[in-house]
């Protein structure tokens, strides 16, 4: 098997197309999520508080209170009927705040919890979500999902899959695949303590995208220089 001649010249430059090297990098940029990483006091205090009295207390809360308007936050309480009483989550400066109470108290443990229909996203794309947290978190779970309207059915909401994290932890990140162009981000906590608290210190949603790079090295004589493929000649 021969090498076809002349594909690279003596300083090391392609003479020919399709030589380079490239790797797949991901990217995560932009911003989805409305007023995730800036809290103030403001930013919840005229929020739309919904009280949940049903067992499946997030499919009450969308039906009955939709998030209608996109980049808009929306949260909710259990009252209760089912599940503990607890009040609705708030934010301070640079904190957004979500209690819980347990099952040690009577009755089932309480869910609080934020959530917020995103706009512009693309179907079947990957975005991530990174959630960090202030020192002071209770045990606790915070739990994720997401409702979507299918085939322009905007009577019946679906919800993903519900994925839960444990707390106390510094920062969480993970990925979906968009449904819709506007899924709705769904942010739940609850506690198997007495009491527990939540502190959030940002959010952020940004969209994936792979970017292909091409590949470099540090050669000692020389500094650093691309990575070329050489060709070979089957014949």
Do not use: C
């Not at 690279?8 to 430059?13: A, F, H, L, R, W």
């Not at 797949?24 to 009280?51: H, K, N, V």
């Not at 259990?78 to 819980?100: C, F, K, Q, V």
């Amino acid at each position: 098997m021969a090498i076809q001649a002349k594909q690279i010249n003596s300083q090391g430059q392609a003479l020919q197309n399709g030589l380079d090297v490239f790797i797949s990098t991901p990217i995560y940029e932009g911003e989805y999520l409305a007023y995730g990483d800036a809290f103030l006091t403001s930013t919840l205090s005229s929020a739309s508080d919904y009280a949940s009295s049903a067992a499946d207390y997030a499919t009450e809360v969308i039906s009955n209170a939709p998030a209608s308007n996109a980049n808009t936050w929306y949260r909710y309480h259990t009252d209760g009927t089912i599940y503990r009483e607890i009040t609705a989550p708030s934010t301070s400066t640079n904190m957004l705040t979500m209690l819980g109470v347990g099952e040690m108290r009577g009755g089932l443990l309480s869910h609080s919890g934020i959530y917020q229909k995103l706009s512009g996203l693309v179907t079947g794309n990957e975005y991530q979500v990174t959630i960090n947290f202030h020192k002071d978190v209770s045990v606790g779970n915070l739990s994720f999902s997401r409702f979507y309207y299918a085939n322009q059915n905007f009577s019946t909401a679906i919800q993903s899959a519900v994925t839960a994290y444990t707390l106390p932890t510094p920062k969480i990140t993970f990925s979906f695949i968009a449904s819709s162009v506007s899924d709705i981000v769904f942010f739940d906590f609850s506690t198997t303590d007495v009491t527990g608290t939540s502190n959030i210190s940002s959010i952020k949603i940004q969209e994936k995208n792979d970017y292909q790079l091409p590949v470099i090295t540090d050669i000692q004589t020389i500094g650093f220089s691309k990575v070329l493929r050489r060709q070979y000649n089957e014949s």
